[in-house]
């Protein structure tokens, strides 16, 4: 259980990421140095539902989620780009694909 003080400065930090991510974006370790924490703590705040539908609206929760998840996609798309740039794909005969390995 957080004492009193420690749950208004937990309060000003979810408010805090909560704003800066709906102004500015970015990833979690971006914000994260913007705002001097770490990039797990971001993500803990910016999921933190209570708090945040508490004080600024369920809206605002709602578009926060959004935006993860479009961040998310969008980093999915990134990661396979980058394997397919940097993996050899072998196929078998029949040009079915058979796995791969580093270039």
Do not use: P, W
């Given at each position: 259980?957080?004492?009193?003080?420690?749950?208004?400065?937990k309060t000003a930090?979810?408010?805090?990421?909560?704003?800066?991510?709906?102004?500015?974006?970015?990833?979690?370790?971006?914000?994260?140095?913007?705002?001097?924490?770490?990039?797990?703590?971001?993500?803990?705040?910016?999921?933190?539902?209570?708090?945040?539908?508490?004080?600024?609206?369920?809206?605002?929760?709602?578009?926060?989620?959004?935006?993860?998840?479009?961040?998310?996609?969008?980093?999915?798309?990134?990661?396979?780009?980058?394997?397919?740039?940097?993996?050899?794909?072998?196929?078998?005969?029949?040009?079915?694909?058979?796995?791969?390995?580093?270039?």
């Open positions: 259980m957080l004492s009193e003080d420690q749950q208004k400065r930090n979810v408010l805090k990421a909560a704003r800066y991510f709906l102004a500015h974006g970015g990833s979690m370790i971006e914000i994260g140095k913007a705002l001097n924490m770490s990039s797990s703590s971001v993500q803990r705040y910016l999921n933190d539902e209570q708090t945040i539908k508490t004080y600024l609206g369920t809206e605002c929760f709602d578009e926060i989620q959004r935006k993860l998840l479009e961040n998310k996609k969008e980093g999915l798309v990134r990661g396979g780009k980058n394997y397919a740039k940097n993996n050899e794909f072998t196929k078998d005969e029949l040009g079915r694909f058979t796995g791969s390995r580093r270039k």
